[in-house]
């Protein structure tokens, strides 16, 4: 089976390196966990989004619609992921009693997001080969919005439920 490369040219399964917090130290776990709330909403937002215009095919398309999330659809998911890798995977890792059990988790959402942003190309070109009334399949076009969100919905929800708690935990006395 041949291997994936992300959208910027890495393998997504070897090239996670965390930072270990080192180089971003300037944002409290409060700051850390506001921004990657804001991040999900917009992200979630994108997939409302993206799932009106796989409901709207293949008669009732807006194209204003279409032209929106084609323009924001690569901006959101990758300063949400870059925020993640930045930010969230290192803090999570500066935990030496946890850096073994999350280090293959965060080594594969971090193969995720390079999934994602490459399949945001494919997803820009057919949005905006829609808009201009030049797309051939409509049908294709449909499972790829439909598999892009559901799979950025249960993402986000793996972090949601996973790692966002062990910030809680991080910041309970015991």
Do not use: W
Not at 35 to 54: P, T, W
Not at 76 to 82: A, E, L, N, P, T
Not at 139 to 156: A, C, N, P, T, V
Request: charged share 25%; glycine share 4%.
């Amino acid at each position: 089976m041949p291997r994936t490369v992300g959208a910027n040219g890495e393998d997504p399964e070897t090239s996670f390196s965390p930072t270990n917090g080192q180089e971003n130290q300037h944002l409290s776990e409060t700051e850390i966990r506001q921004k990657l709330a804001r991040n999900f909403k917009s992200q979630l937002g994108l997939c409302a989004l993206l799932e009106d215009i796989a409901d709207s095919l293949p008669h009732n398309v807006s194209r204003n619609n279409c032209l929106l999330a084609a323009q924001n659809i690569q901006p959101i998911v990758q300063v949400s992921h870059k925020f993640e890798e930045e930010y969230l995977f290192p803090l999570l890792l500066s935990d030496d009693q946890k850096q073994n059990e999350l280090e293959p988790i965060l080594t594969r959402l971090h193969a995720e997001h390079c999934e994602d942003e490459s399949y945001c190309n494919e997803i820009v070109d057919a949005l905006e080969e829609l808009a201009s009334d030049q797309l051939a399949n409509i049908d294709k076009l449909s499972y790829m919005l439909r598999g892009f969100f559901e799979g950025m919905r249960r993402h986000i929800a793996f972090e949601q439920e996973h790692l966002l708690p062990l910030l809680a935990k991080d910041n309970d006395p015991q």
